[in-house]
């Protein structure tokens, strides 16, 4: 079991930038994929981006393609979204979400598909 732990959310303006990170203690790291996915009020749960275990499959939501860069760093078991050009309509609470899977070369983009979330991260775009 891994249970994830958010942090880097925080109140930023247009334009800017925010790098969000994953904490996950579970062994072995390499066999989690790992999700961020993020929830507006009134709004549903909207997926945002996937890591493989292996570090190499990532995967995009539409809307924050081109902008979002996931990756991780092992030695730390650490998931990190790096988000550039910040817009009103990404403000949202983020939440990272762990799986563990027998391979490392997947990924998945339901949120139905994940074990273990962490508490979520406030990230609040605005002048």
């Known amino acids: 079991q891994v249970q994830p732990v958010e942090s880097g959310g925080g109140l930023v303006q247009p334009g800017g930038s925010l790098r969000l990170s994953c904490a996950a203690s579970g062994r072995p790291f390499s066999h989690y994929a790992v999700g961020w996915f993020r929830q507006a009020p009134g709004k549903e749960r909207e997926f945002v981006a996937t890591?493989?275990?292996?570090?190499?499959?990532?995967y995009y939501g539409d809307s924050v393609k081109g902008r979002f860069t996931i990756s991780r760093d092992y030695a730390k078991n650490t998931v990190y979204l790096q988000m550039n050009s910040l817009n009103p309509e990404d403000t949202a609470v983020y939440y990272c979400?762990?799986?563990?899977?027998?391979?490392?070369?997947?990924?998945?983009?339901?949120?139905?598909?994940?074990?273990?979330w962490g508490q979520g991260t406030q990230v609040t775009v605005s002048s």
């Open positions: 979400a762990t799986k563990w899977t027998s391979s490392t070369r997947v990924t998945f983009s339901s949120p139905s598909a994940y074990n273990d």
């Open positions: 890591i493989s275990g292996s570090g190499d499959i990532t």
